[in-house]
Nanobody, 125 residues
Framework: QVQLVESGGGLVQAGGSLRLSCAVS????????MGWFRQAPGKEREFVAF?????????YYSDSVKGRFTISRDNAKNTVSLQMSKLKPEDTAVYYC?????????????????WGQGTQVTVSS
């Protein structure tokens, strides 16, 4: 059973930074594409960032975070991270990491098979 556990969320002022991490266990992490998604209150879950399997050569970002967020992976530690900078109040949401085990290179949440429980990020103005 593959398990994903996010950490690193918290409260930060606008303009600040946070680093989210997602630890993956129970599977072959290097074979999975990984994604970060977020869901704000009253809104649908939305794509944030994607990194391809193995060396992570392919990266995607949503337009709303491009240039501010950076996704990375460490296959030796079975972790994927999201470095968030220049945070805005509209970045406030629960952030989820997810594994695309079929390697479909997708930003669609319904293509991701395994999900973490989420970590809250709150950005104050």
């Amino acid at each position: 059973q593959v398990q994903l556990v996010e950490s690193g969320g918290g409260l930060v002022q606008a303009g600040g930074s946070l680093r989210l991490s997602c630890a993956v266990s129970g599977g072959t992490f290097s074979l999975y594409n990984m994604g970060w998604f977020r869901q704000a209150p009253g809104k649908e879950r939305e794509f944030v960032a994607f990194i391809s399997w193995a060396g992570g050569a392919i990266l995607y970002y949503s337009d709303s975070v491009k240039g501010r967020f950076t996704i990375s992976r460490d296959n030796a530690k079975n972790t994927v991270s999201l470095q968030m900078s220049k945070l805005k109040p509209e970045d406030t949401a629960v952030y989820y990491c997810a594994a695309d085990i079929k390697r479909r290179d997708t930003t669609q949440s319904n293509e991701y098979y395994y999900w973490g429980q989420g970590t809250q990020v709150t950005v104050s103005s």
